[in-house]
T-cell receptor, first 116, second 115 residues
Framework: GAVVSQHPSRVICKSGTSVKIECRSL??????MFWYRQFPKKSLMLMAT?????????EQGVEKDKFLINHASLTLSTLTVTSAHPEDSSFYIC????????????FGQGTRLTVV | AQSVTQLDSQVPVFEEAPVELRCNYS??????LFWYVQYPNQGLQLLLK??????LVKGINGFEAEFNKSQTSFHLRKPSVHISDTAEYFC?????????????FGSGTRLSIRP
C-alpha cells in the first residue's frame, strides 16, 4: 500500500525558533498533500492544502505567514512553523493520495511539536 | 459544505460486548465516507470506507459500517470488542465528493473497553 512518512516524529523547540516538518510520499507521487493539526483530545483540523509547484491553500483562520508550506516536488511537502510559541504545540499530521488512486488518503504517522 | 457529526464523545463498553459508534454527515453532493482509528500518540489507520455500491462495508479488525442515505448516517459497529480496540475513532467525509484526498473529520469518539 501507499506509504506517507513524516519527519521528525517528535520535536521540542524553544519559543521564537522555527521548526520544519517533512511529509514524504515514499512509493507514489502526489500533486496535492494536506496538513492537519490535532489539539489534545480533539479532532483533526484541516490547516491547508499543499499544491505542488504553486502556493498552498489555507483554511479560514490559519495564518499563512505562521505556517509556511512548500511543495517543491511530487513526493515532498514541508510545513514550517515560524517563530514558534507554546500555543503552537500540537500534533501535526499530513496526508496524500496517489494520482492514480484517489479513493483513499494515506496519513503520515504525525509529528508532535512541543514549544518550550 | 460537508460536515460530520459524531454524537458520542466517549463510549465505555465491557469487553466482548457489541458496540456502535454513531456518525451523521451532511452534504449536498455525493461523498465518500470513512472511519479511521487512532491509537495513543500515533497517526491514523483506515478502518473502512464507503465509496459506492453495497451499503454494508466491512473493514479491518472485525468492524463494519452501514451507509444509510435517507438518514445520512454511517454508524460503525463491532459485534464483540476487545481490550485492544481501545482508541479514538474518527468518522470522516471527503470534501470534493469525487476524491478521497481532502477529508473533513468528525470530533471523534473515544472507545474505552472495560475488562
Amino acid at each position: 500500500g501507499a506509504v506517507v512518512s513524516q519527519h521528525p516524529s517528535r520535536v521540542i523547540c524553544k519559543s521564537g525558533t522555527s521548526v520544519k516538518i517533512e511529509c514524504r510520499s515514499l512509493d507514489f507521487q502526489a500533486t496535492t498533500m494536506f496538513w492537519y493539526r490535532q489539539f489534545p483530545k480533539k479532532s483533526l483540523m484541516l490547516m491547508a492544502t499543499s499544491n505542488e509547484g504553486s502556493k498552498a491553500t489555507y483554511e479560514q483562520g490559519v495564518e499563512k505567514d505562521k505556517f509556511l508550506i512548500n511543495h517543491a516536488s511530487l513526493t515532498l511537502s514541508t510545513l514550517t512553523v515560524t517563530s514558534a510559541h507554546p500555543e503552537d504545540s500540537s500534533f501535526y499530521i499530513c496526508s496524500a493520495s496517489p494520482l492514480s488512486v484517489d479513493t483513499e488518503a494515506f496519513f503520515g504517522q504525525g509529528t508532535r511539536l512541543t514549544v518550550v | 459544505a460537508q460536515s460530520v457529526t459524531q454524537l458520542d464523545s466517549q463510549v465505555p463498553v465491557f469487553e466482548e460486548a457489541p458496540v456502535e459508534l454513531r456518525c451523521n454527515y451532511s452534504s449536498s453532493v455525493s461523498v465518500y465516507l470513512f472511519w479511521y482509528v487512532q491509537y495513543p500518540n500515533q497517526g491514523l489507520q483506515l478502518l473502512l470506507k464507503y465509496l459506492s455500491g453495497s451499503t454494508l462495508v466491512k473493514g479491518i479488525n472485525g468492524f463494519e459500517a452501514e451507509f444509510n442515505k435517507s438518514q445520512t448516517s454511517f454508524h460503525l459497529r463491532k459485534p464483540s470488542v476487545h481490550i485492544s480496540d481501545t482508541a479514538e475513532y474518527f468518522c470522516a467525509v471527503s470534501v470534493s465528493g469525487s476524491s478521497a484526498s481532502k477529508i473533513i473529520f468528525g470530533s471523534g469518539t473515544r472507545l474505552s473497553i472495560r475488562p
